[in-house]
Structures are given as C-alpha cells and as structure tokens.
C-alpha cells in the first residue's frame, strides 16, 4: 500500500463523530454544484463522496496518485457508469481543456509540491462558467495540527491569493466553528495543543484511533460510500479573505472562471 495511506480516511477506518460529520458536509456542500454537471476530483483517496455526488452529476471522475487507494473506489463502483476512476497527477490533469464544469480538490492541497500548478491544471480543464472548490483544515485554528508528507498549509487570505491568480470570482466559507464554551471542550483543547507541541499526536490514521477514543468515546467505522443523512448539515459561513479567521476549524473555498 502507498505511502498517503497512511494518512488517508478508508473504509473500515475508525472515526469520531465529528470526523464523520466532516466527510459528509464536504460531499454536500458540493452537492448543489454538481448538479447535471461533469464533475471531477482530484486526490479522491477511497472515493468516498464519489457515489454521493453522482445521483445528481452527468458525470463524476475521480482521480488519485496512489493507484493502491484507489483500489478501494474500483471495487466500490465496478459497473457504473457514471463513475470513471483515473491515476493522476494533479499538478499534470490527463485531460483536455475545458473538459469539466466542476473540479473539487479536498483535504489535499497541502500536499502539493507545487500547488500553483495544480490552480492552473483546474483552471485549464474547467469550461467556461466553471466552478473550483477547494476544502482545507484552517492552519490558524489554534488546534491545528500538520499531516505527515504535507508540505504548505494555507490560512484564508494565502488561500484566497493563491486562487485569485487565475481566478476573479473567489468566495470564502468557515466550518465548523470552534466550541470553546464547554469545561470538556477547553481541557480537551488544552491537552491536544501539548500533544500537538510535544510531537506526541500519532502519524497515521490508525494509530490516532487510541486518542480519539480517549477523547471522543466510542468511534464509528468509515463507510465506503457517504449516503444522504450520514450526519447533519450545517452550511458554512461566507467569511473574509483578509483576517484570520481563527474561530473556524475547515476553510472551503469556490472559484469561477
């Protein structure tokens, strides 16, 4: 198995609740546009939202550089059509220009060598009137905590400057907000920025199974395919480029041509 396995949500994987509330809001905020579209998705791991989005898409690609994850989204969608998986390399799309109306990249840019290049790739390959949406952990949430092999996080104003090269219609969303209000809340934050400091925060996915159950309770399984009502959705709030935004845990971000 791939090195980004490691770091990868898969099926059958231990998740919080919250973890799993962030796997479905991804996919539904998405949902509205991809409707009759051809979508695709770049670095789409499992391809866990892949069937989620396409009940509604014309077409949806999913694409990954590990060939071994996408392993598992080959035998969750054997036979159908609307659904066609791909290896790739982001910041090199096999496809023509103008080739879809949206492109997704999730959990993902900060993995990128080269982002940049991978803006340009999704600016190429996207039709006119197309949509770029991009969803990121918030590097200035103050529990924030790097993944192995990543390489740049960006806050909401590098994000915004980093796709209004290319892009003039740039829009900023926050999610899921920080509750601090609560006595577990705050001791549960304050441990996991030690953690967080000391390098004691596990690199994998499994091994951070054991720290979640310590401060989450009972974890739940990853599913191979998001399906409606997995979680409850609250949509995320238009926030600005310019400030730090530090009150919200996931940044997302919509671009159009």
């Known amino acids: 198995m791939g090195e980004y396995s490691t770091v990868t949500e898969l099926p059958d994987h231990k998740a919080s609740k919250e973890q799993i509330e962030r796997l479905f809001h991804r996919y539904h905020f998405a ?23 396409g009940k509604v898409a014309k077409k949806v690609v999913g694409g990954d550089i590990d060939e ?24 090199k799309l096999p496809f023509p ?29 996207l039709k006119k009137d197309g949509v770029f949406i991009i969803c990121s952990v918030n590097k200035d949430w103050p529990d924030f905590n790097l993944s192995p092999f990543s390489t740049k996080y960006f806050s909401a104003s590098e994000l915004y400057c980093l796709l209004n090269v290319k892009f003039s219609d740039v829009k900023l969303y926050g999610a899921f907000p920080i509750q601090a209000d609560s006595l577990k809340g705050k001791i549960i934050s304050l441990i996991k920025r030690g953690a967080v ?28 395919e998001i399906e409606e009502g997995l979680a409850e959705y609250i949509p995320p709030v238009p926030i600005s480029f310019d400030s730090s935004n530090s009150q919200f845990k996931v940044l997302y971000a919509v671009a159009r041509i």
């Not at 949902?31 to 989005?53: N, P, Q, R, T």
């Not at 949206?102 to 999704?122: G, H, N, R």
């Not at 000391?198 to 599913?223: A, D, N, Q, W, Y």
Request: glycine share 6%; net charge positive; with cysteine.
């Open 197 to 224: 400091k000391l390098h004691l925060i596990p690199k994998t996915m499994k091994r951070k199974e054991f720290f979640k159950r310590l401060f989450f309770g009972s974890l739940v399984s990853i599913p191979s």
């Open 68 to 91: 071994n994850i996408l392993i598992f989204a080959k035998k969750q969608y054997n036979g159908r059509n609307k659904i066609e998986l791909r290896k790739l390399d982001a910041q």
């Open 31 to 53: 949902l509205s546009f991809c409707k009759g579209k051809d979508v695709l998705e770049v670095a789409c791991g499992a391809g866990i939202g892949l069937g989620y989005l």
């Open 97 to 125: 220009d103008k080739s879809f109306d949206v492109v997704i990249l999730y959990e993902a840019i900060y993995y990128l060598a080269q982002p940049e290049k991978f803006i340009e790739e999704a600016f190429r390959v």
